[in-house]
């Protein structure tokens, strides 16, 4: 059995290392592995704080995922021989101002509501926790269970750990889709047995896919700044506000994100974007103005029509989906790398991604 991934971000990789795993031959067809919206994550594994209403479902996808999360890490650590930079430091979220704070009271109501654990903070408490934080903030929250991982390492980790299981890399384009096979943009072919595609925000525009099979996902941009400075960040854990978000690693990063914004294929940076961003994140924790700014970068998350990922096999023999992602990429990378590779080997889904068939579409579609 062979499978050919279109798509080395951390979903097809780690797919195909979870494929390879279980004794399958993999081929993975991307130019440049990890530079899409992998390598521009923030790496934020917040389940909880991100809980959106109205999205139970993805909510329990998220919360198996982050489940496996230091059981994948360890494994992965111990098959690559590299760190990835999984942190279990938890996520505060943090209200500037009345309305602010009311919405928080509103999503803290809805998450205990779900049965989720997360505490709320007086702002002294919070100050105590956070001692980098603005003077004027009004409350907030805390999950201790919402982690961090590096998507960058992950990348790096899963293509070494692809390397040790004979996974080929072919670095180069997929022009189109022929039944089973990848045909590549500069010629030549690569044959298998299923084709998964796990190519992002260009899962929808894969020329040569039959029309039920291609999935119903769109770019939207993401634009993210990464500082940092001389000692350790001017905050310990995920920082959440109502306009911006901050993630701060062991080796003094800080992770400043992210615009969402529906524009098509553009990945421009723009003046204006930064600013507000910096603003943002400055009027949370003043000492990211010291900072020094060392990138800036825009990306493209696959968006769905219901923000869940399309997990499975299509209309079409030979097809299978692992897309759709948007903006659980990294945090989903753990479940939906045992859950395709285990339909790969079986040619059964597991219960846990069969209500994100991409089935669920078909009407659509057809
Ligand atoms: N999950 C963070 C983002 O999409 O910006």
Not at 44 to 50: H, I, N, Q, R
Not at 107 to 118: A, D, F, K, P, T
Not at 252 to 268: I, K, Q, S, W
């Amino acid at each position: 059995m062979k499978a050919v991934v279109v798509g080395g971000g951390v979903i097809g990789l780690g797919i195909a290392w979870r494929a390879a795993s279980r004794g399958l031959a993999v081929t993975v067809v991307d130019p440049e592995p990890g530079r899409g919206a992998s390598g521009v994550a923030a790496g934020m594994l917040a389940p909880v704080t991100e809980v959106h209403y109205g999205e139970e479902a993805l909510l329990a996808l998220n919360l198996e995922s982050a489940r496996r999360y230091p059981n994948f890490v360890a494994e992965l650590e111990d098959a690559s021989r590299m760190v990835v930079g999984y942190r279990a430091s938890g996520t505060v979220s943090v209200a500037r101002d009345a309305d602010d704070l009311a919405a928080l009271e509103e999503l803290v109501g809805y998450q205990r509501g779900l049965g989720l654990e997360v505490e709320r903070l007086r702002s002294r408490e919070l100050r105590r926790l956070e001692p980098g934080l603005a003077p004027g903030v009004r409350g907030g929250a805390m999950v201790a269970g919402d982690h961090q991982v590096d998507p960058r390492r992950l990348v790096a980790a899963l293509l070494a750990a692809c390397r040790r299981l004979g996974v080929v890399l072919r670095r180069e384009r997929a022009g189109s889709i022929d039944r089973r096979s990848v045909v590549l943009e500069a010629g030549g072919v690569e044959d298998g047995d299923v084709v998964v595609v796990a190519a992002g925000a260009w899962s929808g525009v894969l020329a040569g896919l039959p029309a039920e099979a291609v999935p119903p996902v769109r770019p939207v941009k993401g634009q993210i700044l990464r500082l940092r400075g001389a000692g350790a960040p001017p905050l310990a854990r995920n920082m959440r506000g109502a306009e911006v978000y901050l993630v701060p690693r062991s080796d003094g990063e800080v992770v400043v994100g992210a615009t969402v914004e529906e524009r098509g294929f553009d990945t421009a940076v723009t003046a204006g974007a930064v600013h507000e961003l910096l603003r943002a994140a400055i009027e949370l924790v003043p000492d990211v103005a010291e900072l020094a700014l060392v990138e800036t970068a825009a990306s493209l998350r696959p968006g769905s029509p219901d923000n869940a990922p399309l997990l499975g096999a299509t209309g079409v023999e030979g097809v299978v989906l692992a897309t759709g992602h948007f903006r659980n990429g990294i945090l989903l990378a753990p479940v939906t790398a045992d859950a395709v590779a285990e339909l790969l080997a079986t040619g059964e889904a597991p219960p846990e991604i069969t209500a994100f068939s991409p089935r669920r579409f078909q009407r659509v579609l057809s």
